[in-house]
């Protein structure tokens, strides 16, 4: 049975971190010499708008964007998303194609679209002070 996966859209959105994602983010930047600690930290949420939900049988699918995986994502009402807590990831994920694999497979489904991020440093910019809050994870997931 062949597998199509369709993306409509794809939406990069800056959210305020949960707890575990603070631990993430404070160990990139003491292992990097990261944001200075007054920096506002902020998870960068990748939201996959998808023509049709993702199978949900048991073999599951595997999220690609170029050539690395995924390996965490959750569904939200139109599509899937995943969270990327440090910036260097996210200018090494920018350009890649999102693709999909069944698991113990070797072909990929492609999608022929590409994780366009234009700015990858606007996304983890300093906020300058005053400015509104970062939405929680669970505005940004709403639709």
Do not use: C, W
């Amino acid at each position: 049975m062949s597998l199509e996966i369709v993306l409509t859209d794809i939406q990069i959105q800056r959210a305020r971190p949960e707890d575990a994602d603070l631990r993430k983010i404070q160990h990139f930047a003491a292992t990097s010499g990261g944001p200075p600690a007054d920096t506002e930290p902020a998870s960068t949420l990748v939201k996959l708008y998808l023509k049709t939900p993702l199978p949900m049988d048991s073999a599951g699918v595997e999220l690609y964007v170029g050539d690395h995986q995924i390996r965490r994502y959750a569904q939200f009402k139109n599509g899937i998303y995943f969270k990327v807590n440090d910036p260097r990831f996210l200018t090494e994920l920018s350009g890649g194609e999102v693709r999909f694999r069944r698991p113990g497979t070797d072909g990929f489904i492609g999608t022929g679209v590409r994780l366009s991020i234009a700015d990858p440093a606007a996304l983890t910019a300093l906020r300058s002070p005053g400015a509104a809050p970062l939405p929680s994870q669970a505005d940004v997931l709403r639709e």
